[in-house]
């Protein structure tokens, strides 16, 4: 079992920064690919980016691509996503999670409670 909790959320101005962590605990998270989703409000869940275990692949949603860098510390078990020219339209819950390599939400065996990200214009 894996337990995540994402920090690092808040009020930013359009083309801002924000850096998001995701600790994991109950279970070392090397073995898993990690992800991003976002939800905003009225809206499904959407796909953000995500990091294969083995550090060799990584992929961003087509909206996030060039101002997103997903990184992750296998020694400290934290997943992290580095919010560069923020948006109002990146306003939303995010989410991480755990599961196999993959751009489907259904595909993560494990999520954490989110973390609210709200930009201003």
């Known amino acids: 079992?894996?337990?995540?909790?994402?920090?690092?959320?808040?009020?930013?101005?359009?083309?801002?920064?924000?850096?998001?962590?995701?600790a994991a605990s109950g279970r070392?998270?090397?073995s898993y690919s990690m992800a991003w989703f976002r939800q905003a409000p009225g809206k499904e869940r959407?796909?953000?980016?995500?990091?294969?275990?083995?550090?060799?692949?990584?992929?961003?949603?087509?909206s996030v691509k060039g101002r997103f860098t997903i990184s992750r510390d296998n020694a400290k078990n934290t997943v992290y996503l580095q919010m560069n020219s923020l948006k109002p339209e990146d306003t939303a819950v995010y989410y991480c999670a755990a599961g196999y390599?993959?751009?489907?939400?259904?595909?993560y065996l494990y999520w954490g409670q989110g973390t609210q990200v709200t930009v201003s214009s």
């Open 1 to 22: 079992q894996v337990q995540l909790a994402e920090s690092g959320g808040g009020l930013v101005q359009a083309g801002g920064s924000l850096r998001l962590s995701c």
């Open 28 to 30: 070392a998270l090397s």
């Open 46 to 62: 959407e796909f953000v980016s995500r990091l294969s275990w083995s550090l060799d692949y990584k992929d961003y949603a087509d």
């Open 101 to 107: 390599y993959s751009g489907q939400s259904s595909d």
